[in-house]
């Protein structure tokens, strides 16, 4: 199994505040990505890194800000949050070039009160 | 912009047998990518299958294969001799070639395996 591991698994909030979800590798891969999980949607891109401090949006980024300081982690931040980012977030990473394949986190369960 | 279509949101199949998951994709690209992933009720995301496009061999992992057909845009998944450990949710993924590694998922198909 590929070594990714998100903190916290789980975690209720409420609206208004501000919440950060952790993403961490010990694969040394370039790209790293955020989705959204929700029934009847699928998983959908919030956003995503293609190396240190770079990163860009996907398809679902408003209310989200995203930082990557270094290869291993990736950090996914709500600085608002409401009650429609009550969702499951996987992080995801991939090595470009070779299988294409993404190697997918636990998940977290966010709920937002 | 690519997408990508599970018409099945449910889909029941006895033990033993053999079922097959539809998924139609769009795009006007020539070099993808198609997985099917695996989510069972742990929620863990497992990679089934991958085809490349330019193959036209159809993929083949045990007892998962699909029917891959290009100018269709189809990729169906095929899974023989079910087993209670096949029931769970899944995912027909689109892969875009030199753009980032993006993956766009279709809403999945929910698998139930009868005893």
């Known amino acids: 199994d590929a070594g990714i591991t998100q903190s916290p698994r789980h975690k209720v909030t409420e609206t208004g505040t501000p919440v950060t979800l952790r993403c961490h590798q010990t694969?040394?891969?370039?790209?790293m990505y955020w989705y959204r999980q929700d029934p009847g949607h699928g998983l959908r891109l919030i956003h995503y890194?293609?190396?240190?401090?770079?990163?860009d949006k996907g398809e679902v980024s408003d209310g989200y800000s995203v930082s990557r300081s270094k290869t291993e982690d990736f950090l996914l931040t709500l600085e608002s949050a409401t009650s429609s980012q009550t969702s499951v977030y996987f992080c995801?990473?991939?090595?470009?070039?070779?299988?294409?394949?993404?190697?997918f986190g636990p998940g977290t369960r966010l709920t937002v009160t | 912009a690519q997408t990508v279509t599970q018409s099945q949101p449910e889909m029941s199949v006895q033990e033993a047998e053999t079922v097959t998951l539809s998924c139609t994709y769009d795009?006007?690209?020539?070099?993808?990518?198609l997985f099917w992933y695996k989510q069972p009720p742990s929620r863990q995301m497992i990679l089934v299958i991958r085809?490349?496009?330019?193959?036209?061999q159809n993929a083949t992992e045990n007892r998962f294969s699909v029917n891959f057909q290009k100018a269709a845009k189809s990729f169906s998944l095929k899974i023989s001799d079910s087993q209670l450990g096949d029931a769970a949710m899944y995912f027909c993924?689109?892969?875009?070639?030199?753009?980032?590694?993006?993956?766009?998922f279709g809403k999945g198909t929910r698998l139930h395996i009868l005893p």
């Open positions: 995801a990473i991939s090595e470009s070039g070779r299988t294409y394949e993404q190697y």
């Open positions: 694969e040394n891969h370039r790209y």
């Open positions: 890194s293609y190396g240190v401090k770079d990163t």
């Open positions: 795009t006007s690209e020539s070099d993808y990518y």
């Open positions: 085809q490349e496009a330019y193959k036209q």
């Open positions: 993924a689109y892969l875009q070639m030199n753009r980032d590694d993006k993956i766009i």
